[in-house]
Antibody
Framework: EVQLVESGGGLVKPGGSLRLSCAVSGFTFSNAWMSWVRQAPGKGLDWVGRIKSKTDGGTTDYAAPVKGRFTITRDDSRKTLYLQMSSLKTEDTAVYFC?????????WGRGTLVTVSS | NFMLTQPHSVSESPGKTVTISCTGSSGSIASSYVQWHQQRPGRAPTTVIYENNQRPSGVPDRFSGSIDSSSNSASLTISGLKTEDEADYYCQSYDISNQVFGGGTKLTVL
């Protein structure tokens, strides 16, 4: 069974940093392109960014609102995806989902809530 | 920036058919695949259509997708509506290397 479990969310002050993790099982993580998607309270889905598999270069792409502040990395040995967030703003408050990037077989985690507030 | 526009909400009765549209802001929506994701309240999204009109395993054939190049739009059609279909539906496509989501459509089955 495919599972993606996010963790690391919480309350952080504006300007602060936070690292989210996404532990996966049930598929070959090292071959997977992975994305982070967020959802502000009562709002729609917003793509945050993606990391390719190492065999495909391991490169990253980011949405404009987070570029330069957020960094996606992966540890294939630990089957874990990370989202390092810095210079956080109140508008970054959202549930953050990790997901596989394969459109044919896209799996999602349940999300972790990040609240940016003073 | 490429954007996808969806109606805010639609409603229909059980057993009927509903269609949700997703209109591209520029270029040709047919140039990249469109996916449709269902999100029930408090739950993670699940994909109901991928690559414009393909259903993942386990998704009933009541769900179908299509592309209309003349209107630069994609559509999700759900036939034989059930109360369990009540959810938010998001179209999603690509802008070069980035993913783009529509604003979502709340489907009410009443």
């Amino acid at each position: 069974e495919v599972q993606l479990v996010e963790s690391g969310g919480g309350l952080v002050k504006p300007g602060g940093s936070l690292r989210l993790s996404c532990a996966v099982s049930g598929f070959t993580f090292s071959n997977a392109w992975m994305s982070w998607v967020r959802q502000a309270p009562g709002k729609g889905l917003d793509w945050v960014g993606r990391i390719k598999s190492k065999t495909d270069g391991g490169t990253t792409d980011y949405a404009a609102p987070v570029k330069g502040r957020f960094t996606i990395t992966r540890d294939d040995s630990r089957k874990t995806l990370y989202l390092q967030m810095s210079s956080l703003k109140t508008e970054d408050t959202a549930v953050y989902f990790c997901s596989t990037d394969d459109p044919i077989n896209r799996h999602w985690g349940r999300g972790t809530l990040v609240t940016v507030s003073s | 920036n490429f954007m996808l526009t969806q109606p805010h909400s639609v409603s229909e009765s059980p057993g009927k058919t509903v269609t949700i549209s997703c209109t591209g802001s520029s270029g040709s929506i047919a140039s990249s695949y469109v996916q449709w994701h269902q999100q029930r309240p408090g739950r993670a999204p699940t994909t109901v259509i991928y690559e414009n009109n393909q259903r993942p395993s386990g998704v009933p054939d009541r769900f179908s997708g299509s592309i209309d190049s003349s209107s630069n739009s994609a559509s999700l059609t759900i036939s034989g509506l059930k109360t369990e279909d009540e959810a938010d539906y998001y179209c999603q496509s690509y802008d070069i290397s980035n993913q783009v989501f529509g604003g979502g459509t709340k489907l009410t089955v009443l």
